[in-house]
């Protein structure tokens, strides 16, 4: 018998909201400790089953567990990522998911802090970025080279 | 009727709304509202905004907009006979609107032909509609405005709006709504158990509804861990957090910022000068160059800031090379405002892998400028509300109220044009995710910002200094075609998106690793990977990573990512189950509050309560679970200022009950 999960009647009148480690806030006020804000629900238009309904509640939910396109910019010193093309995931071409490999991968600082959620195949870890990206790169890489030395003339 | 007045009008007796509702005279400024008919003026609405500089008249366009413009300007009851008398045969003309109106308009009073002739101009978007109600609001000093203005959908146009109703649900339809979805989640649980077998689901749930949990426990009974974080607050307190949240935080550059509060990536975005002015962060020990003895007084060569700069912010030779060169741009701005010849505009893109840097150049010339004293000349801007926070900087629909495919509003209040004329310096970071579309968007609304017109040429309203930065092997947009793609060539925008990009030809790459700086091996791997080139030794290496399945390894200790947001909601609720286990602590679960046009009735409570939160489009859960100091994450752009916007991690510290919420019952 499950005896851990409570159910409410209401949504909440607010979730106090603590940032992580140094990223701190001046919010202050009576009753709530130095650095906790309240958030409050939204109301937001939503559409279930096409039908389109209000929907008041904290827009918030747990962070064990992130998608990939939420993760970059990030970094981590430990994560447990998922390489594995899901044959559910549609919609997604070969350059979203090298997309997805290298930017999951490249959020770690160290191999040390590197799990896996699944094994992988070859198949899974062998999408590169599209052609035309590439193609792109060197022309960028050659206005890179006009650059440097177009600074460099300046200075001298 | 409430507060009814001698000054009201009734309605005419032949009018069904007679005797139910009056019409009210707005008496003070505050009682107006802007009036927002949200939707397609016409059925070819989608068609038209594609054509670049407004739309062709057609008949069909000119029919509806006389259908419209009839609706509006002729007495409800007169217009049968008008259609009976001046086209007999409309019921076979498709353009028979057109044709009455034709003959109707003349008669009107000029000031009435007037309104009528700008009619097919009236269709703002709610965003424009969000910044005049704001603009009227600084007017008249008032902060009671309504910021949602009524809208209506096609659907209850031209009726007045239909009253929504809250979905009251009785606590015995919550309750076994709520048991079914737990038996559904549990399920699936299992079987993602059973697909990553090193996962353990710690949880059972009984098939049946045990005859206790029907009896509801009041709360004030109901024994809390005293650590559960839950508590109920008297009323007052939490209203007068919420003013606080109001108020803005006091920044360093208060003179142009206004009380700007609510969510900054909604489509009611009104406060597009929200934090214009980069702020450094206090846990940078930036803030202290603010006060630094060192604020420089004198015309200091790009060398003498980039020292004093690099004391606070260490840079490497390239990153060096590119803020100097940034700011030698701005300082020969400064020294030169009325020499054309020293005022090249600088197009610059800044790329490089992941971690080699970037956003430390970011920094550095805010540090540098702040130093100069211009730091309100530098504006930073990203695509979504994350991308901005890493930087401290806005979402560039903020900073230039913009939304995605709309044109927004063709001409920029005074106090955004005042704000954006003195800007030397626009970063845009994260530029993989923008599309060719937006560029040119953003080129386009700059324009506006800076009072110029639309044709003018010169790119991005003539801002001195403009720099893009980001990599391309990251995610591309999530909608649209990626500045390295080529446009369609049917696209107009994109083609000209396509253009600005190519203007950019100034290219710094970054290639010293930063963030694996101390793990060669792991840099080698992702160098691979970065090309595609990853080899069967990697596939080896990777796979000696797989979390082991005999050792219950902590998934409620290291954060996971996946791919798919049911994958994310299953691993969460394992995660969470125990984290809570482990704590000895109970999971709340707070359903969400609804409400639903009548209309809506074949919706199934387990259907509504079941859908958790699903991208942008659907922030919020259906249930909301709770365990306290989980780690939690912001789903929506709450509050930049307090560094609150969508994708934000921290922690849950407790709840505050809403103080009716009286029962807690087991599931």
New interface residues.
Partial sequence: MDDIHVLCSKPPRCVLFGHIGSRKTSFEAEDLDEGIIPVFPIVRSITIKNHSIRRTQVPMCAAFCLTDYKVQGQTFNEAILDLRNDPTIRGRDSHRKFCSLYVQLSRLTSLNGLHLLQRVEMSDISHGPHERLICEMSRLQTLEKQTLANWAAELS | MRDASSADCSYDTAHPRHATETQRLVKTLSQLYTVCVHGSLSQFQQEEETVRRGHSITPAIQNDVAEVSLAFFIPWDKIPSLFTLHCPDHALRNDANSHVWSIIEPTLAPHLRQYARNFSLIHKSKEEVSIDISLRAMETGSTEYREDPVIM?DDDFPESPVQ?ET?NFS?ET??MA?HHI?SLWHKEDLMMAQ??RHLDVN????AHL?EQNLSSLELSTFSFYPSS?LRI?PEN??Q???R??KTP??SSSTDDSLDVTN?FMAPSSDDIDDGLQPLLQ??DDLSTLQDSPYLLHEDPSEATVIDLVSQQVPLNTKQR?VVE?IIRGALSWKCHPYDNSKRDQMLL?I?G???TGKSQIIKAIVAAMTLLRRQDEVILMAPTG??AD?INGNTYHTSLGMSIGKKGNPKAPQRIQRLWANKTIMVID?IS?VDLQTLSTINHRCKIARALSADSPELFGGLPIVIVMGD?????P?KGL?L???PRQNKEEEVAGHQIWLRF?????LDEQM??A??L??QD??HR??????T?S??D???S???PALDP?Q??S????????T??HR???L???Q???RRKQ????????????PS?Q??HAE??FE???EGV??????L???TPE???????N??S????VN?????????????????????
């Fill in positions: 959908s929504e979905w606590t919550l309750l709520c737990m697909r990553f949880w059972s749930h009984s045990q974080g607050l307190i939490i007068q957090w919420e606080q949240l935080v006091p969510d206090s846990e090379l060169k893109y790329g892998e992941a971690g994350a991308a890493n994260e995710m391309f092997f990251q995610f591309p999530v990626p390295w793609q080529e030809t100034d290219v710094i790459i963030r694996q101390t793990d091996e792991f791997l992702l990977a970065r090309n595609g080139r990853l069967t990697d596939l290496l990777l796979n990573k797989v979390i390894f998934i409620d290291v954060v996971s990512v996946v791919k798919l947001n994958h994310r691993l969460n609720h995660a969470m189950t984290f809570a286990r109970r999971i709340y679960l707070f359903p969400a509050r609804h409400t639903r046009l809506v074949h919706l259907d509504i859908q958790q939160d489009s659907i922030p919020s859960q259906g909301f679970l709770y989980m780690p939690i994450m912001t789903l929506a709450i509050n200022s307090l560094r609150l994708g934000t991690r921290g922690t849950a510290t407790g709840v505050i009950m809403e103080p009716n919420s009286k029962t807690c019952l087991c599931v």
